[in-house]
């Protein structure tokens, strides 16, 4: 399911992940625990595609049987066009200025119909190649950031600490946001919501907003939002941290029922002992690897 190799990642000159090598099997729940700094948030980003490591050789990351690092490297060739494109748009912006200003001093000056037609000509071409460039750059670019968005948003999940909920929007809309990005239909789409928030006990609940809802129903809102696509790995980061002990332990033993009914695989990074000790297996990061 999941297979990284030697992942590192800096920032700045700070190491923060020392070649971490991991393998997660299908259906399983798996805790990441340690203490603060130790990268256990940076290498849940990484493995959720949300941030990407640094380019070794020997690295690999693959979710799925498909290649991340391939389709982010995607990415980064698109971030090297978008440094061109600022050059482009600031050198392309100074000589438009240049080309106008050359235009009203020698407006009188040029008095050959022909002559003038001529410069003008010359000196407008490189902005008609600009607008060339700019156009192919978009669609470029849109289909580039298409392809590891659309992979993340149909095969991964994410819950938060913080549940990040729209406020403006009732649980059911809130939930149902994935799918229509991802262009389903607004009727399938709100069905299989509905059928989502009464599995988790919230069908009285799915026109309520958030801040109608209690901090362990706001978070069983993300937890079906996290799951509308149906993904296959639902990523989680101190999921319960928010939570009173009541609710943090319903949460927990929803992870289990939901791996159980559909065979999700749930990669936890939590502080919570009981929720990473009921973990199929828990991994312990130490100074940016994980420990033996």
């Known amino acids: 399911m ?26 399983e729940i798996v805790s990441i625990v340690g203490a603060s700094g130790a990268g256990k948030t940076t290498l849940l980003q990484i493995l959720g595609t949300l941030d990407t490591p640094e380019r070794n ?20 060739d698109n971030s090297k066009e978008e440094k061109t494109f600022k050059i482009v748009t600031w050198s392309g912006s100074i000589y438009t200025i240049l080309l106008i200003v050359f235009l009203l001093f020698f407006r009188t000056k040029i008095l050959d119909e022909t002559l003038r037609s001529a410069t003008i000509s010359i000196l ?29 948003n149909l095969n991964l999940g994410f ?8 406020p403006e929007f009732t649980a059911l809309e809130n939930v149902c946001i994935p799918a229509f990005m991802a262009n389903k239909s607004k009727a399938q789409t709100e069905k299989e919501a509905k059928k989502i928030l009464e ?44 939570l009173d002990t009541h609710s943090a332990e319903n949460l927990h033993q929803l992870f289990f029922k939901l791996r159980d009914e559909f065979g999700q695989t749930f990669v936890i990074v939590t502080h919570n002992e009981e929720l990473a000790n009921m973990a199929d297996r828990k991994l312990i990061m130490v100074d940016g690897q994980i420990s033996n």
Do not use: W
């Open 159 to 166: 819950i938060f600490q913080f549940h990040q909920l729209l």
């Open 199 to 242: 599995y988790l006990g919230l069908s009285h609940r799915i026109h309520h907003k958030p801040s109608e809802l209690s901090g362990g129903e706001q978070q069983r809102v993300a937890v079906a939002r996290a799951l509308i696509n149906k993904p296959d790995v639902i990523f989680a980061d101190e999921p319960s941290g928010n």
């Open 124 to 152: 407008c071409l490189p902005i008609l190649l600009m607008f060339i460039y700019y156009n192919r750059y978009f669609k470029k670019k849109s289909k580039q950031d298409k392809i590891l968005s659309e992979f993340r």
């Open 2 to 27: 999941i297979h990284a190799k030697n992942i590192h990642k800096f920032y700045d000159k700070l190491e923060v992940l020392k070649g971490v090598d991991l393998h997660i099997k299908k259906g």
């Open 57 to 76: 050789s020997e690295s690999s990351l693959t979710i799925n049987g498909e290649n991340i690092l391939k389709l982010q490297d995607i990415e980064n």
